[in-house]
């Protein structure tokens, strides 16, 4: 049904560090052709570690998030060597926004007592 026609473009996509140095992969990906389809005659190969149109692999998104955790965007941004939007979309695609409101049965009130001063003599 299929056969394989070539390869893709190059793609360079930003990969983890290694050693403070940053490390770049370049993968052609493999295109093929489907004789019996007419509306999409042509198929490019995915995989599973980078996302299409992301100039980033996904261990390195999942990298800049740990790295978020106690520091800002900007933070990291200039420390990783990325652009804002980079470690903006990290969070973005590693931190849901929504929340799954039938998962909870009850909300409880959680109440604040603050601590009794207590003098030491």
């Not at 390869?7 to 490390?23: A, G, W």
């Amino acid at each position: 049904m299929t056969r394989q026609q070539g390869l893709d473009r190059p793609i360079r996509l930003r990969h983890l560090p290694i050693l403070e140095q940053t490390v770049y992969l370049e993968i052609r990906p493999q295109q093929f052709q489907y004789r019996d389809c007419e509306r999409w005659p042509a198929a490019t190969q995915r995989l599973a570690w980078y996302e299409a149109h992301s100039p980033y692999t996904k261990a390195l998104d999942r990298w800049l998030l740990k790295m978020l955790i106690n520091a800002t965007v900007a933070d990291i941004s200039r420390r990783c060597e990325v652009g804002y939007e980079a470690a903006e979309g990290a969070l973005a695609q590693g931190v849901s926004t929504a929340v799954d409101w039938a998962r909870f049965k009850t909300l409880e009130t959680v109440r604040y007592q603050t601590p009794r001063r207590v003098a030491i003599a």
